[in-house]
């Protein structure tokens, strides 16, 4: 068996130490020690989104942090705008629709960053939204979008600003309070280094004041109730606290390593997968690509499971394509948490290897030539 390389855009890789934590036996969620774990992570969780506000810990995936970001800010028949330039914004549309929530959607080509000009002017049509729903890095399409300058249109109207940060946070620079994010969503299964299962949620006060005015139709989502739990470092329900546990050593591993070079270290890392593609003669799909993947056009005459299954059967690397319309278009590699430049750079070998086996005209050798360089500060990178 292939030793397995997890090169996808969530789950990622979790390190060992963070792993060890899941095979410790059970304790008691209401434990002076559960507590004590909580009010750690709850600091470690505010310093990882920069920010002063309430973060909460919600047990579900990604896509519960966002459910709670919706139904508690708008309530039905309130006006939400969504800036929608991938799969992943357009489930901001279908969250809010199956709430009664009206969506105006603000459409960005698919691997186009979102024009904040055009989310001011439709602000201006709409002065009524509620709230612009948005995203970090769109991993439908490897799109890192603008989110300070977007939070600096939204800022100065009544609406607030409510961030996708799913795989974003803890793979590209993102502040929270300095970009006037007033809700910001994260996942466990992405640059945070763990396995599925937890999801969180900041709040401003801004965002705390929507939720004050109404009655959300949430029981389980509810963040009222999570903050006043969250206030004595605790939750409504039975957390994943198991999970909870191993995100206390995950946010450690970032705390030594220090967040801005984290940061680096996914740009360098997203600037030599992009120099290699390019190398090999493949065309990166974003014009802005995040930092936690890459994605790439399928080249002429290939298909994208050829390529994605021979990657996984041969060298033991899992990558994903395309999801939507962009299904058989794309091969997304993800490079995010707990990846180094090496992972990066066998990942590109194994392509090189992939692509000319498979009959492209592709000189072994091209693309990890272009990573080093890039790591070695001999070669710009794409985006520099
Ligand atoms: C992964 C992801 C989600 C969905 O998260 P789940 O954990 O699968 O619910 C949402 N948005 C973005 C940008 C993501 O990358």
């Known amino acids: 068996m292939r030793k397995p390389r997890l090169m996808t855009p969530g789950p ?6 963070v792993l060890l934590e899941l095979a410790r036996p059970v304790i ?17 969780l505010k310093e990882v989104f920069r920010t002063e506000n309430d973060v909460m810990i919600l047990t579900a995936s990604g896509t519960g942090a966002m459910e709670a970001a919706a139904v508690n800010t708008v309530p039905p028949g309130g006006k ?26 603000v459409d960005f080509e698919w691997g186009q960053p979102v024009d904040p000009d055009r989310v001011a002017a439709a602000l201006k049509e709409h002065p009524d939204t509620v709230a612009v729903f948005g995203t970090l890095s769109e991993t439908s399409t490897g799109t890192g979008h603008p989110v300070e300058a977007i939070g600096k249109v939204v800022a100065g109207t009544d609406a607030i600003f409510v961030v996708d940060g799913i795989s974003g946070i803890g793979a590209m620079e993102c502040r929270t309070d300095d970009w006037g994010i007033d809700v910001l969503c994260a996942g466990s299964q992405k640059a945070l280094m763990l396995p599925p299962g937890l999801a969180f949620v900041s709040v401003s006060p801004k965002a705390w004041k929507k939720i004050d ?3 959300s139709h949430s029981y389980y ?19 994943a606290h198991t999970l909870i546990l191993a995100l206390r050593t995950a946010l450690r591993r970032i705390k ?20 290699g593609i390019q190398a090999l003669g493949l065309e990166l799909f974003s014009s802005r690509p995040a930092e936690g993947l890459t994605a790439f056009r399928v080249p002429n005459g290939l298909k994208d499971a050829q390529i994605r299954n021979k990657l996984t059967e041969q ?14 278009h794309i091969v997304r590699i993800g490079h995010m948490g707990y990846t180094d430049e090496l992972d990066v750079i066998s990942t590109l070998a194994a392509l090189e290897m992939t692509l000319a086996e498979l009959g492209l005209d592709v000189e072994p050798g091209r693309a990890v030539t272009a990573a080093q360089q890039v790591l070695m500060g001999q070669l710009a990178g794409a985006r520099a």
């Open 12 to 17: 990622a890789m979790v390190p060992e130490d």
């Open 28 to 44: 008691h969620h209401r434990s002076a020690e559960a507590k004590d774990v909580i009010v750690e992570v709850a600091a470690g």
């Open 213 to 215: 005015a109404f009655d």
């Open 80 to 105: 939400a705008m969504v800036l929608n330039a991938g799969h992943f914004a357009a489930r901001w549309s279908s969250i809010c629709k199956a709430f009664g929530i009206n969506v105006v959607s």
């Open 256 to 275: 030594d390593e220090g967040l801005e070079n984290v940061w680096k270290r996914h740009q360098r890392m997203s600037e030599a997968c992009q120099a």
């Open 315 to 328: 060298f033991g690397i899992t990558t994903v394509g395309g999801q939507a319309k962009l299904k058989g």
């Open 221 to 239: 989502f509810s963040l009222k109730s999570a903050r006043s739990k969250m206030k004595e470092f605790d939750t409504p329900y039975t957390p």
